[in-house]
DNA sequence: GCAGGATCGTATGGACCCAAACGTTTTTGC
DNA sequence: GCAAAAACGTTTGGGTCCATACGATCCTGC
């Protein structure tokens, strides 16, 4: 039904791969599910709610943060919606064309830029919204008030954890990874070439999407 | 740290949107925060064990997919990834040309085609799988056999839940829209006239990516 | 045999997505 | 005051991603 083939004939066959290695597959099969679930029901509101009213998940994701917080600029925006700022200015113009959302630049500030709804974008939210938490509902469906209370608890615990400490992790990680013969390998000696030198500014993109 | 708004300040604003609208805060923070968690997940793993060997997540899931099948015809693939079989093509001619995996026709169906990871690409993954392991593990740092197993349960009833009931919701829901006035509200009036007409066969990806 | 249909992988177009580079505007240091 | 630095949104280039529309190949019924 779900999958191709099944959970224990995989890790069968990634036990034969990996042979004596220690593994820890419960964090395998944890990190799995969060992707596949996560993939599961983002389809599904983009199968459902989303698809009639041409909105992409991206899209409604930004004018939900902005229907929320009235006015916002850009880079909040950017930050709260999990996408980077350079991938907001497409969308942004993408929904400012259908007229749902508008960008204003403060005369007291005139690098920034600011969005709102526009009263049709607001309306367009009124209307929708209320369908878009019925579709949550129903990903939880058959799930009690307390293990979806648990789920939340420990999907926080995850995000503050690598929000916390993830930098430090990857420069680690990565600085092993490059002492270790794995780049020649991946690109199979003709390196890359990256400048790498002139790190201008804002790095990295938040983690995430939509409220706490 | 985490957002730029807190939980709090988030739930009174969207309450203040809504007035009296019967919404279930406690599914929306569920939801919400299982697309935080993998996005922050996916985001570590990209900055940390992919970064340098020059592997995209998609990229990295699919030589898993082939690596642990030894080999596999393009469309169970793009299922297991959970991408479109449209998508899988770019992404294999990508790693192709990398010399980390082949395609190859099968001289009994020859429509089909056939994916199997090169030399190199096996040696990678056997280098750097137990790496992206030691990562899963740290994005779960913190957290109990137990809860780590009670996630992937709660996680795997979600899939499995929308896995049998979604596209009949997603049907209803549908309808449901297209009575109302929310076509007309998202576009503007200005139809987008979909040709609608001729749906040829295969829809829908799957919904996931990796093992159970 | 041989049309018609089903199913395969691929090509295309448009949106998204990030990293990096860029130009403008504001802030800082002196 | 005024250059240098910082911060902003945007642009660019390359890759992913889907939906759709193919062309090619198998399969089916007659």
Redesign the pocket.
């Known amino acids: 039904m779900t999958g191709y083939y099944t959970l224990r004939e995989t890790e069968k066959a990634v036990t034969e791969r990996l042979g004596g290695l220690e593994l820890d597959f419960g964090a395998m099969a944890a990190v799995s599910n969060l992707h596949r679930a996560a993939s599961a029901v983002r389809n599904h509101f983009?199968q459902s709610v989303l698809r009639d009213v041409d909105l992409?998940?991206?899209?409604f994701v930004v004018l939900w943060v902005v229907w929320i917080w009235e006015e916002m600029?850009?880079?909040h925006v950017a930050e709260e919606c999990?996408?980077?700022?350079?991938?907001?200015?497409?969308?942004?113009k993408?929904l400012e064309s259908r007229g749902l959302l508008v960008?204003t630049v403060p005369p007291?500030?005139?690098?920034?830029?600011v969005l709102s709804l526009t009263g049709r974008g607001r309306e367009l939210m009124t209307e929708l919204f209320p369908r878009f938490n019925a579709e949550e509902q129903f990903t939880l469906t058959g799930l009690t008030d307390r293990r979806t209370q648990e789920l939340t608890r420990t999907l926080r615990h995850m995000v503050k954890h690598i929000e916390e400490n993830g930098e430090e992790r990857e420069a680690r990680v990565r600085a092993s990874i490059s002492d270790s013969k794995l780049p020649e390998l991946a690109t199979g000696g003709r390196q890359q070439q990256?400048?790498a030198g002139?790190r201008?500014?804002?790095p990295?993109?938040r983690t995430s999407p939509k409220p706490g």
Do not use: Q
């Open positions: 983009e992409t998940w991206t899209g600029e850009t880079k999990g996408i980077s700022k350079g991938t907001l200015t497409g969308v942004a993408t960008r007291d500030d005139r690098r920034l830029s990256k400048p002139t201008r500014t804002d990295r993109r």
